[in-house]
């Protein structure tokens, strides 16, 4: 274990993109058969942890790199560049490592030291019944991303602790020996995510390996009051950060597009005029404009980061909608170049199985994730901005 946390400590950013783009390239070429099976398959897998994107997030203590949300965020995108069903998991499995880093050092030390992939659904749907030191949880979820992968997994439940007034939401971490999944993942978009329901039927969790999101929100920091304060996690707003990855995967994603749509476009000829597109004022002027977009959206993104980057330096004031609005206008813009780029294209661009297809399918998919909605994201800046309570978590 020492050498191989020596190794991955010291990966440099050009080695960590490297591996990345070894995960996207293979996705890319198993797209098809992800697009049946409804999930990227082992081999993907495999080679996320052979690369060590799975271990990206994790502390120095556990022999991870601990690299900053900037190489993070760089990481999510180059796979996305190739197959955003596979970046949906580069992001959410080292992402899901932080998850532990909240929790006290016991339930911290044999989740992580275990070894395993970790998955979650935040939506609090569960139930707990409190059964001497730690809880019995039973519920039904959907959308449990990767879970066919993972030896852990993260459900919200509404839990009334002893210590607290009012019920607030946790997410206690079972077992995936203890689940039962139902494999009802079929969608029109991200179908390579594995996005599946899982059943738990009165399965104790104890104290240690239930996450108190109030805590982690609010504290920024584990239990124990000597804990590693170089964490870079524990230096952002916990939701803002977790949820980097989305607007990472639609820019990679409109970067694919961009580059698809020049090259579908250069020799081109359209019947009515016989005119080559990219000689014409039309194509040429549709991908200036997606271009100047896609620029302004890398701006966001680096705006975002920067907020993130400065949060405690900014005395801990970003408004959570603030981000949520950032985010989202991200997202709206990629969505919107995947658009412009199909009705541009025409007919043609409709025929299934094209990288235009499932690149826009999937980047239409990440719009639809509740973070991502910005009718929503909007609404609350709004109120932000007039100095109200914009009412989300980021």
Known sequence: MGNMALKEEYMTVEQILAGAEKVGKLAEQEAQEAEK???????????MKETQISRLMLPKKYGGPQIDLKTFAKVVRKVA????????????????????????????????????LICDVFAAIGKAERDGDGYRISGKWNFASGVLYCDWIGLGVEMQFPDSIKPEVAL????????????????????GSGSNQVIVDNVYVPMERILRLKDAESKRKPPEEDYDKEYPLYHVPFYPAFYLGFPNMALGGAERILSEFKKL???????????????????????????????????????YIRLLENYEKDGAETGLAEFFAIRTKIIKIC???????????????????????????DILSVATHKTSLYEDSVAAYGKELFGFDGEVRG
């Open 37 to 47: 099976n409804a999930t990227i398959s082992e081999n993907v897998i495999n080679l």
């Open 172 to 191: 206690p971490i079972l077992r995936a020996s203890e689940i039962q999944i139902v494999e009802n993942w079929d969608t029109f978009g991200l179908r």
């Open 335 to 361: 969505t919107d170049i995947a658009v412009r780029a199909l009705s541009t294209l025409g007919g043609a661009a409709l025929y299934k199985g094209g990288t235009m297809e499932l690149f826009i399918r």
């Open 81 to 116: 560049n190739y197959n955003i069903s596979a970046a949906w998991l580069a992001y959410l499995y080292p992402l899901h490592n932080i998850l532990p880093s909240y929790l006290p050092e016991k339930g911290r030390d044999e989740i992580v030291n275990q070894g395993g």
């Open 265 to 303: 476009t250069e020799n081109r000829v359209r019947l009515m005029d016989g005119i080559r597109e990219s000689e014409s004022p039309r194509s040429q002027r549709v991908l200036a404009e997606i271009t100047t977009e896609f620029h302004a959206a890398e701006g966001l993104m680096e705006q």
